[in-house]
C-alpha cells in the first residue's frame, strides 16, 4: 500500500466516523426528544391524576361536612325534642328541673333572690269533659303563649304537665314574686279563644321564693304547690275541681 492509499483509507475512516458520530447524535437529539416528550406527557398525567384526586378528595370532604352538619342538626333536634313539650312549644319538666337548678346556683353564687309560680288551670278538666280534649289543647296552647308575654324574656316558662306549668324569674324581693303570680293571674284572665265559642280562662298561681321558701327545685316546687292549692281552695271551695 502506498502512502497515497494510506491517506484515502484515513479520510475514508474519518468520513464513515464522522458519519457515524453524526447518526449518533441524530439518534441522541431524537431519543432527547422522545424522553422530553414521554416527561411532558407523564407530567400532564401526573397533573391530571392530581387534579382529579384533588377533586375527589375536595367532593368528599364536602360529603363529610354535609354529613356532619346533618347529624348536628339531627342532634340538636332531638335534643331540643327531649326538653321541649310537644304541644306547647314550652320547655317541659326535665328541661324546668334543668334550669331551676342553673338559675337557682346563681342565685347562691350572687346572694339574689328567685320566684318560683306554680300555675295550675282551673276546670280544665270540666273544659276536656264538655267541649272535648282538642279544645282542651288549644285552651292550654293558649294560655302557654300568654304566659310567656306576661312574663320577661330572662324569666322562664315551663309546662310541666297536663294543665300545670311553672314559672321562675330572679327578683329583688319577695312582693316582685307576688306581683308576678298576680300578673300571670291577670294575664290569663283576659285570655279569649274562639274554637269555635267563645271560650276564657283562669289560673290559681302559688308563689315560693328562694331563699326564704327553700333552696332546692323541689323543696321550691312544693312549697308553690301548697300555695297554689291554698290560693285554689279559697276561690272555689275545694282543691279537686281542675
Same mark, same amino acid.
Given at each position: #500500500?502506498?502512502a497515497?492509499?494510506?491517506?484515502? $483509507?484515513?479520510?475514508?475512516?474519518?468520513?464513515e466516523?464522522?458519519?457515524?458520530?453524526?447518526? +449518533?447524535?441524530?439518534?441522541?437529539?431524537?431519543?432527547?426528544?422522545?424522553?422530553?416528550?414521554? =416527561?411532558?406527557?407523564?407530567?400532564?398525567?401526573?397533573? =391530571?391524576? #392530581?387534579?382529579?384526586?384533588?377533586?375527589?378528595?375536595?367532593?368528599?370532604?364536602?360529603?363529610?361536612?354535609?354529613?356532619t352538619?346533618?347529624?348536628?342538626? $339531627?342532634?340538636? #333536634? $332531638?335534643v331540643?325534642?327531649?326538653?321541649?313539650?310537644?304541644?306547647?312549644?314550652?320547655?317541659?319538666?326535665?328541661?324546668?328541673?334543668?334550669r331551676?337548678?342553673h338559675?337557682?346556683?346563681? +342565685?347562691?353564687?350572687?346572694?339574689?333572690?328567685?320566684a @318560683?309560680?306554680?300555675?295550675? @288551670?282551673?276546670?280544665?278538666?270540666?273544659?276536656?269533659?264538655?267541649?272535648?280534649?282538642?279544645?282542651?289543647?288549644?285552651?292550654?296552647?293558649?294560655?302557654?303563649? /300568654?304566659?310567656?308575654?306576661?312574663? =320577661?324574656?330572662?324569666? /322562664?316558662?315551663?309546662?310541666?304537665? *297536663?294543665?300545670?306549668? @311553672?314559672?321562675?324569674?330572679?327578683? !329583688?324581693?319577695?312582693?316582685? *314574686?307576688?306581683?308576678?303570680?298576680?300578673?300571670?293571674?291577670? +294575664?290569663? !284572665?283576659?285570655?279569649?279563644?274562639?274554637?269555635?265559642? +267563645?271560650?276564657?280562662? !283562669?289560673? !290559681?298561681? *302559688?308563689?315560693?321564693?328562694?331563699?326564704?321558701d *327553700?333552696? /332546692?327545685?323541689?323543696?321550691?316546687?312544693?312549697?308553690?304547690?301548697?300555695?297554689?292549692?291554698?290560693?285554689?281552695? $279559697? =276561690? /272555689?271551695?275545694?282543691?279537686?275541681?281542675?
Amino acid at each position: #500500500m502506498t502512502a497515497s492509499d494510506g491517506i484515502e $483509507a484515513r479520510q475514508r475512516r474519518l468520513a464513515e466516523l464522522r458519519q457515524e458520530i453524526a447518526e +449518533a447524535e441524530a439518534t441522541l437529539f431524537a431519543l432527547q426528544e422522545t424522553i422530553r416528550a414521554e =416527561r411532558g406527557d407523564a407530567g400532564q398525567e401526573a397533573i =391530571r391524576g #392530581m387534579v382529579a384526586e384533588n377533586q375527589r378528595l375536595t367532593a368528599a370532604n364536602q360529603v363529610a361536612h354535609q354529613a356532619t352538619a346533618t347529624a348536628y342538626a $339531627a342532634l340538636e #333536634m $332531638a335534643v331540643h325534642a327531649s326538653r321541649t313539650d310537644s304541644l306547647t312549644g314550652l320547655l317541659n319538666r326535665v328541661a324546668l328541673w334543668d334550669r331551676l337548678e342553673h338559675d337557682l346556683h346563681l +342565685a347562691r353564687r350572687h346572694g339574689a333572690m328567685l320566684a @318560683v309560680c306554680f300555675v295550675d @288551670v282551673d276546670n280544665f278538666k270540666h273544659v276536656n269533659d264538655t267541649l272535648g280534649h282538642a279544645i282542651g289543647d288549644k285552651l292550654l296552647q293558649g294560655i302557654a303563649r /300568654t304566659l310567656v308575654g306576661a312574663v =320577661r324574656a330572662s324569666d /322562664t316558662v315551663c309546662r310541666l304537665g *297536663g294543665d300545670e306549668f @311553672v314559672v321562675f324569674a330572679p327578683i !329583688s324581693t319577695r312582693e316582685d *314574686g307576688i306581683q308576678l303570680g298576680m300578673k300571670i293571674t291577670d +294575664a290569663v !284572665s283576659q285570655l279569649q279563644l274562639q274554637v269555635p265559642c +267563645a271560650l276564657t280562662a !283562669s289560673v !290559681s298561681v *302559688g308563689v315560693s321564693t328562694y331563699p326564704q321558701d *327553700g333552696d /332546692t327545685v323541689s323543696a321550691l316546687l312544693a312549697k308553690a304547690d301548697d300555695a297554689m292549692y291554698l290560693i285554689k281552695k $279559697a =276561690r /272555689t271551695g275545694t282543691a279537686s275541681g281542675t
